[in-house]
């Protein structure tokens, strides 16, 4: 047996010092640091029982306790283990690159000839059929959402003139608006406003009740308010109330509400004010619960902006459909600068129009929308017009390539 010490600055030196001279097979039996370095104390033709006779037990073993003594080969790897570590993951990083690189650059060939097929589906569309082209163009500059104005323009027959194409494009989404043809006024009952923060929600209230009480009188209607959030809105509503000459009770929580509606449950009509909250908002769900535990009695009005884009439309109808609104009233077509994108969300969700309000005067700007929809239509189409028209024709082959593909 050959047992000898070997002295590095650190453990990697002194191990390639014991593989150097003592070669592959040499068994470390202990380390130490001291003020030189490292020493390792290695021998070849290992026996335990003479290492012990020979009595180098003032070195700190390498092995665990009980394990014996480590091969020079076992040593390395536990020294250098969390440098291979590091090379692996540096290896990962260097391997995961060029894929990186090489996804990038498929994508981008793919959105290439996509775009190309695009162009070239668009183009054999304007050769083949330039008025449903025509129709395409008009749809978009109103705002129409890409998947509906695609299924209007393929569902037109096959026309000859220009003005009949606009006039059958027209009265296609008219037939495709849903309305509320009951008359909300008429029908009474319990309504509760939702909507998003600024839409317009207390003064739809205060609209729909003067209407009521200019047609019923003030006796059997009442309003009532759930915004404990924010300022000023009791004495907001609070206003109108006194205007109309009518009852205003406030409800912080469900057993509130649920005791003032069976207080005035001989009532006729009850109109609610909601807390005005984002779609995203947490506390959107407390509302959600308050509304659910009035049970099927309430029906929901869900208050929409035309002035909001068709993203933040689609948005709002989607996360209010858990409180399942029987219709809705589309408020500020007076500020809109398109109304094509509330009109699509509409046919989109099926969702019925009960009330058009184009302005703030109380009540008269507000009308049910059962003899509205041609007349919400046509005023797209004149907003449409007014504004100078420069359509991307490279962006219009591309919704309507991607409208083919979500068909």
């Known amino acids: ?22 070669g592959p097979d040499a068994v470390i039996l202990s380390n130490r640091s001291s003020d030189g370095g490292t020493a390792v104390v290695a021998a070849v033709d290992y026996d335990v029982e003479s290492f012990a006779a020979a009595g180098e037990v003032d070195e700190r073993p390498l ?75 008009k749809l978009n500059a109103m705002g129409i959402a890409p998947a ?44 509760a406003v939702v909507g998003a923060t600024g839409v317009g929600k207390t003064t739809s209230v205060a609209k729909l009740a003067a209407r ?27 206003s109108y109330a006194r205007i ?56 929901i009005l869900l208050a929409l902006s035309a002035a909001s884009d068709l993203q933040t439309l689609d948005e709002l109808i989607t996360t209010y459909a858990d409180v399942q609104p029987a219709a809705c009233v589309l408020t500020k077509l007076d500020e809109a600068a398109s109304l094509g994108a509330a009109i699509s969300v509409l046919i989109r969700h099926r969702l019925p129009l009960a009330w058009c309000s184009n302005g703030q005067r109380v009540p008269e700007d507000i009308h049910a929308a059962h003899n509205k929809r041609l007349w919400l239509v046509t005023t797209a189409a004149k907003l449409a017009a007014q504004r100078p028209s420069a359509q991307d024709e490279r962006v219009l082959a591309m919704r309507h390539a991607e409208a083919r593909a979500h068909a």
């Open 212 to 238: 009521y009480v200019m047609r019923h009188g003030p006796n059997d209607v009442c309003l009532l308010s759930t915004d404990t959030y924010r300022i000023g809105a009791r004495e907001q509503l609070l």
């Open 63 to 137: 092995a665990d306790s009980g394990a014996g003594a480590r091969s020079f080969y076992d040593a390395e790897l536990a020294a250098a283990d969390d440098s291979a570590q590091s090379v692996a993951r540096a290896g990962s990083l260097a391997a995961v690159g060029p894929m990186e690189g090489m996804r990038r650059e498929v994508q981008g060939l793919r959105e290439l000839l996509e775009c190309q097929l695009a162009s070239l589906a668009w183009n054999e569309l304007s050769r083949s059929n330039p008025l449903q082209v025509t129709v395409l163009q």
């Open 1 to 22: 047996m050959k047992i000898k010490r070997f002295v590095g600055r650190d453990i990697r030196q002194a191990l390639r010092l014991v593989r150097e001279e003592l």
């Open 244 to 299: 109309l000459g009518v009852p205003l009770f406030v409800a912080r929580d469900r057993d509130e509400l649920a005791a003032i509606l069976g207080a005035q449950a001989w009532r006729k009509f009850v109109l609610i004010d909601t807390a005005g909250m984002s779609q995203r908002d947490e506390r959107l769900a407390e509302q959600f619960a308050l509304l659910r535990s009035q049970g099927a009695r309430t029906r």
């Open 148 to 191: 509906l104005a695609r299924e209007v323009a393929e569902s037109l027959p096959r026309l000859t003139t220009l003005d009949e194409a606009d006039r059958q494009s027209l009265l296609a989404l008219v037939k495709r608006l849903p309305v509320h043809k009951d008359d909300l006024l008429e029908q009474g009952g319990i309504v």
